[in-house]
């Protein structure tokens, strides 16, 4: 019992020094990276998919127009790397780039990096099992080269391409499952829950902005009650560190 006490404990510190926000500071926060906003507020224009947020937001108007864009100023991404995408498809990126930009409900996922672009990440969102199998079955017939999007492109264009030693496969040649989809695509900023929409633990991509936003007691729930430690752990450098000197140690 004594080495599970210990455990508890040094998870505990690392939770407290691994780079997540103090549990005051996770709720209706934006994240400090290339486009939020410093704080969440009205956007009563926000374009098309952004939209469910316009009465509390971290995405500008502009930031909006810019993510139904093919290769916007955002990012300078191209969705149609191998291809055109299916729009069916598409609409999912874009749902997921709104959410990513707009949404102040993420603060319980937040944490430090150290990259050029930002200065914060979300890692292991909790995404409705619904939302991830309907973005893979509306993607799996869709053509990539990669698994992982977030590294590895060819950018000497200007904008992605894929590398040389990639080839163009089907969606579900890369990703042959939901879950491989939203949990690797972009390293782990989201994890396939085991929760449905409405249950008030898992992270709806869009919602219908008149039933409310139901992600706001979504992150109060994991806020108050602690369940993300372990996800802060596995993002934690530091965390890693000491839990093999605590392996080693036995």
Known sequence: MAWRLTLFVLLGLVAAVGGARAKSDMLNV???????????????????????WRK??????????????????????NWDHCGKMEP???????????L??????????????????????????????????????????????????????????????CPVSAACHRFDFYFPTPAALCNEIWSHSFEVSSYSRGSGRCIQMWFDPAQGNPNEAVARYYAENGDI??????????????LLYFILSF
Not at 229 to 242: A, E, H, K, N, W
Request: with cysteine; aromatic share 12%.
């Open 229 to 242: 430690l372990l996800s802060r752990f596995q993002g934690s450098t530091l965390g890693v560190s000491l």
């Open 100 to 161: 990513y930009e707009c949404s102040p409900n993420l603060g319980p996922w937040i944490q430090e990096v150290n990259q050029k672009w930002r200065r914060e990440r979300i890692l292991n969102v909790p995404l409705c099992k619904e939302d991830c199998q309907i973005w893979w079955e509306d993607c799996r017939t869709s053509y990539t080269c990669k698994s992982n999007w977030h590294k590895g492109w060819n950018w000497t264009s200007g904008y992605n391409q």
């Open 56 to 77: 509390n937001s971290c995405c500008s108007v502009n930031t909006s127009l810019e993510a139904h864009k093919d290769i916007s100023y955002l990012y300078r991404f």
């Open 88 to 98: 069916a498809c598409k609409r999912h990126f874009i749902q997921d780039t709104c």
């Open 30 to 52: 934006c994240m400090d990276a290339k486009h939020h906003k410093p704080k969440p507020s009205p956007e009563d224009k926000l374009h098309d998919q952004c939209s469910p």
